[in-house]
């Protein structure tokens, strides 16, 4: 057998695996450091799912209300995330987000205008104060382009429609990774001293989900594979408003801006019954009546909050138990319904892209008929851990930033928060890495002999006949996670789906392909569900030993928090083959930032 | 609904050919739908570009019967479907595989944009714009870069010597954002003149028609553009004043300068 060699090779101070709003913004820090900085993204530069964000991006600037500041926006987070969250991140996070939503404005966005021109802000679920800084509903297109036109202008380099496949190691320490150009095929080796993950979710191995191809987990089992710890992987968000209808466009979402500007759920006796799901932990905070949660909208300190707008966990849940109930609508949602309550001209202006995506792909017109809407698998809270000033992992020479990192969030994200986070740890993250590589003054090196298995094995599926469908195992796979891994759980069913989803892994491996190396989907999705498969295992393996419900993870027989697990971590890690669970106690919050929750 | 007819050009930029599929539809669906479904059972290895399958990516471009369209937003019961349906690649880029081609000239060309540069901050460290001056130039912003206005120019369309001096629609939307930002200071005029061939556009609007945000291309873009590049040919101190009274336009107050075509017809060629 003859080795097989990758002639291309690149050097790099800084590697960043990712383009969506994480990615970039690390990428734009090392590069201001200094650092030789290389972004590799699977999609072409600027397509990452950030482009997808609708509702905004959430920073405590205090424009609409200015009683908000960081440590509402802190104590907020904390509480939507069930107190699981890491305390650092959620503090740094707070008081950093107003100056990077500034930075955005400085590097070219535009976002909406309050009356005396500055930068408006607007109500989302778990969100004290209107705090997202927005663009209609296209928020994410803004970040995505203002951020690539800055790399671009910077000269970072971008090594665009490139899938990485692993992490090369030596002795411990990361030292960049092996990928495959998608268009040739051919593999290509990053030899860098410092890598970024800034891969984001794992959706796709979901049915019903907002996600899109890109998804597939990559970075969370790039990590793992190579050593690093995973915590959070069993909390999943299911965002509340996903399409129902038509079946083509099941699960793409509908945006929280919706309720944020004055939409309600009902169900099909057309009550708001998200007023009989309002939790004890929110009580005190939410209106109980009808009249309190419209004049809210526009009176926050004289009334209470509307239910509609409790965090996305409440509300996925609510909708669930009322289509369970039989009050479901026609295509087994139920209704959203803004244009009762607002003048179409209000409606197409604050929601230029769910008007158009309603009207284009379903045939429905949001400003004059309620919208059908369910749950959708979301976002994962889940991720590589890391340490929050750097976005360093366990692993030396690994970081971490987005929604590949776990922590930020706890069990539950609020809506906003995430866009957030990304400019927030991205840039951290890319500081991290770039003092991590000032330090070093050689390049690593690079074994060949590990480079050479992986390619081989990645080649493996083309020599092969007779094997299975990639596409097969895919639907199998998400047919697995959608019916036992979903929003409401139970240890029967976890247990089923471990030994599933084994199978799945096993017949994963074994797939065969058609066709050549160049622009082959077939043979894309033969490795992506390398890392769905590991990824749909570690979501599995730490719901089941999560006996309690929390933020995204719900079990039907376990269904109150426990105390006593709202104070440990389940760590995911991989050794020799097997996957390991360990719960692990959080870090302490200091006194002054738990007095916030005394009251 | 029945099965359709599909002709799905095949191939790579060595050349290719129209392939008939008979693929299954369900209600409601789009032209992506459909080509994934034949991805997933007939032809694991055709190749196609896409992301968020709901407009907002600008990845999945293609011919459909001839129409440069997203496929994630053609629904099926727009086609008459009795008739085969068509999808060819993008046509002015180079090929790299079935429906996929080589769309990194709009790559090239944008790193050669001068950098957005903005004026300093107010006293109170904020930057105070008014929304009907964000309005304008926020429709720019709303470009996915699908690229179908770079596609259908003719400019580059038929000429592929011109792709080297010519930025395409997209890339004039892209300076007509910075040159109407409210917060810019950079002068990309003899720029646009002298090397990004402006006044190559002959405004035929072919770029408008097919613009899946629906911005107005030509007439809110290209033609104040070429207006303005009129301008600095002639006098500096025009432009400067019109961006200094843009800024300090008391809200309430009409655009300085409405987009209009007078002037343009001689600015162009
Ligand atoms: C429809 C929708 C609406 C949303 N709205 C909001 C909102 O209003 N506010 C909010 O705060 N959040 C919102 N979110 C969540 C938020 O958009 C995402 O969590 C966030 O954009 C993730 O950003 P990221 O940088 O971590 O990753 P992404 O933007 O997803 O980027 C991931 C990058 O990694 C690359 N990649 C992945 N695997 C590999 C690999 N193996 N090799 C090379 N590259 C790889 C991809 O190509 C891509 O470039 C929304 C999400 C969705 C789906
Ligand atoms: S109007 Fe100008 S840019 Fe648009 S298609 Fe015609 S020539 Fe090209
Ligand atoms: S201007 Fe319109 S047609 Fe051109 S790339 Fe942007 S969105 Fe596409
Ligand atoms: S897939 Fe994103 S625009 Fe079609």
């Keep these: 057998m003859t080795t097989i060699t990758v002639d291309e090779v690149h050097d790099l101070d800084v590697l960043v695996i990712g383009a969506g709003g994480a990615g970039i913004r690390a990428a734009i820090a090392a590069k201001s450091e200094g650092a030789s900085t290389g972004l590799v993204c699977k999609s072409l530069f600027g397509k990452a799912h950030t482009v997808m964000a609708e509702g905004g991006i959430a920073a405590s600037m205090g424009n609409v209300y200015p009683e908000d500041n960081w440590r509402v926006h802190f104590r907020d987070t904390m509480r939507g995330g069930k107190m699981l969250n890491n305390w650092r991140m959620a503090q740094l996070h707070a008081q950093e987000a107003p100056d990077r939503v500034r930075e955005l404005e400085e590097w070219g966005a535009l976002f909406d205008r309050t009356p005396d021109g500055r930068i408006l802000q607007r109500d989302f679920g778990g969100h004290r104060y209107a705090r997202l800084a927005h663009v209609g509903d296209r928020t994410g297109l803004e970040l995505i382009r203002t951020l690539q036109n800055k790399a671009t202008s910077l000269d970072v380099r971008v090594f665009m429609e490139c899938t990485i496949l692993r ?34 979710g794992v959706g796709k191995a979901y049915k019903i989900t907002s996600n899109s191809w890109e998804y597939t987990g990559d970075g969370h089992s790039l990590a793992l594979w190579a050593g690093a710890d995973l915590i959070d992987m069993e909390f999943l968000q299911f965002h509340p408003t996903g399409m129902v209808w038509p079946p083509s466009v099941r699960g793409l979402l509908v945006t929280e801006g919706v309720r944020g500007d004055g939409g309600v759920l009902k ?19 939410t209106a109980d009546t009808e009249e309190e949660a419209d004049r809210w909208y526009t009176d926050k300190v004289g009334a209470r909050r509307t239910p509609d707008l409790l965090p996305r966990d409440e509300v996925a849940r609510a909708i669930n138990s009322e289509i369970k109930a039989g009050r479901g609508s026609p295509h087994g949602g139920v209704f959203l319904d803004i244009a009762s309550r607002r003048d179409p001209e209000y409606i197409k202006r604050r929601l230029p892209s769910m008007y158009h995506q309603f009207k284009q792909l379903a045939g429905v017109d949001i400003t004059t008929e309620p919208m059908e809407v369910g749950p959708t698998c979301h976002y994962m809270m889940g991720g590589v851990r890391v340490d929050p000033d750097t976005g360093a992992s366990s692993l030396p020479g690994l970081f971490a930033a987005g929604e590949v990192a776990g922590g930020m969030h706890g069990s539950n994200r609020l809506g906003g928060n995430s866009l957030s986070d990304l400019v927030v740890f991205g840039r951290r993250a890319g500081l991290g890495a770039a003092a991590a590589a000032a330090a070093m003054s050689d390049m690593p090196s690079i074994d060949p002999a590990q480079v050479d298995s992986l390619a081989r094995e990645a080649l493996s599926v083309f020599d092969r006949s007779g094997g299975t469908n990639p596409y097969e195992v895919h639907r199998k796979l998400q047919e697995c996670m959608q019916s036992l891994v979903g929003i409401v759980r139970t240890g029967d069913e976890l247990e ?71 104070k440990v971590n389940m760590v995911v890690r991989y050794n020799d083959g097997e996957l390991t669970v360990t719960p692990e106690p959080l870090p302490v919050m200091p006194d002054d930032l738990a007095e916030l929750f005394k009251s | 609904m029945a099965d359709v007819t599909m002709r799905v050009w095949r191939g790579t930029e060595d050349g290719g050919s129209f392939q008939e599929y008979q693929v299954h539809a369900e209600d409601g669906e789009v032209v992506l739908d459909l080509v994934h479904r034949l991805q997933a059972t007939q032809a694991n290895d055709l190749a196609v570009r896409w992301n968020c399958k709901a407009g907002k990516c600008g990845s999945c471009s293609a011919e459909i019967n001839g129409m440069p369209k997203l496929m994630c937003m053609t629904r099926m019961n727009t086609l008459d479907v009795s008739q085969p349906i068509t999808i060819a690649p993008m046509r002015t880029f180079p090929i790299i595989r079935d429906l996929v081609t080589d769309v990194s000239f709009n790559y090239e060309m944008a790193k050669q944009v001068p950098a957005f540069t903005p004026r300093a901050r107010e006293a109170d460290g904020t930057y105070r714009m008014d929304q009907k001056d964000v309005d304008r130039a926020q429709e720019f912003h709303k470009c996915i870069e699908c690229f179908l206005c770079q596609n259908v120019c003719h400019v580059i369309r038929d000429h592929e010597e011109n792709k080297g001096r010519y930025a395409g629609p997209r890339l004039f939307v892209r300076y007509a954002e910075l040159e109407m930002h409210p917060l810019d200071t950079n002068d990309r005029r003899q720029l646009l003149r002298k090397r990004m061939g402006l006044g190559m556009c002959n405004i035929t609007k072919c770029c408008t028609e097919v613009c899946p945000e629906e911005i107005h291309i030509t007439d809110n873009a290209i033609i104040p553009l070429k207006e303005r590049v009129v301008d600095a040919s002639y006098d500096p101190l025009v432009w400067l004043g019109r961006k200094i009274a843009r ?23």
């Design chain 1, 167 to 200: 992490l090369l190691t030596d002795a411990n320490r990361v030292v960049g990774a092996l990928g495959y150009w998608r268009e040739s095929g051919k593999f290509v080796v990053f030899r860098a001293k410092a890598t970024v993950l800034a891969t984001g």
């Design chain 2, 247 to 269: 800024r300090i336009r008391p809200s309430g107050a009409p655009p300085a300068q409405a987009p209009g075509r007078a002037q343009t017809e001689s600015a162009a060629g």
């Design chain 1, 267 to 285: 169900n099909s006796d057309g009550k708001r019954f998200m007023f009989d799901y309002v939790p004890e932990m929110f009580r005190a905070e």
């Design chain 1, 496 to 566: 089923e789906a471990q030994g599933r989803l084994e199978e799945i892994q096993r017949e994963a491996s074994v797939a065969s392909v058609e066709g050549h190396l160049q622009y082959n989907p077939g043979w894309h999705l033969a490795m992506d569900l390398r890392s769905m498969t590991t990824v749909a295992r570690c979501i599995a393996m730490a719901a089941l030993v999560r006996k309690e419900s929390r933020g995204g993870h719900t079990r039907d027989d376990y269904p109150q928090p426990d105390p006593e697990l709202g």
